[in-house]
């Protein structure tokens, strides 16, 4: 079992910035990536970015250049730094961990934090 505890979201202007922060506890020893998703009203949760345990990052085509996936290895924890923010990031941001258990995979989330981009 992992246990994720998302903090940073919050409300923010047009092209401002934001940080969110995510420390897993449990079994961190068998996660093998973490990510970060977000989910709109009436829409369906999509991936933002995600690092695998190697270090391999992964974004949305959206977020290219503006967020920025990192993780502390020693803090067990995965951040997202979010530059240039625009209305349409407004959304719900949820971290997920993908932990991996004698071949089978089994996904954590944690509560969600909200993010609002004021136009």
């Known amino acids: 079992q992992v246990q994720l505890v998302e903090s940073g979201g919050g409300l923010v202007q047009t092209g401002g910035s934001l940080m969110l922060s995510c420390v897993a506890s449990?079994?961190?020893?068998?996660?093998?990536?973490m990510g970060w998703y977000r989910q709109a009203p009436g829409k369906q949760r999509e991936l933002v970015a995600d690092?695998?345990?190697?270090?391999?990052?992964n974004y949305l085509d959206s977020v290219k250049g503006r967020f920025t996936i990192s993780r502390d290895i020693a803090k067990n924890s995965v951040y997202l730094q979010m530059n240039s923010l625009k209305p349409e990031d407004t959304a719900v941001y949820y971290c997920?961990?993908?932990?991996?258990?004698?071949?089978?995979?089994?996904?954590?989330w944690g509560q969600g934090t909200q993010v609002t981009v004021s136009s």
């Open positions: 997920k961990a993908t932990e991996l258990d004698n071949l089978m995979t089994f996904d954590f």
């Open positions: 449990g079994s961190i020893s068998s996660i093998k990536s």
């Open positions: 690092i695998t345990r190697g270090g391999k990052t």
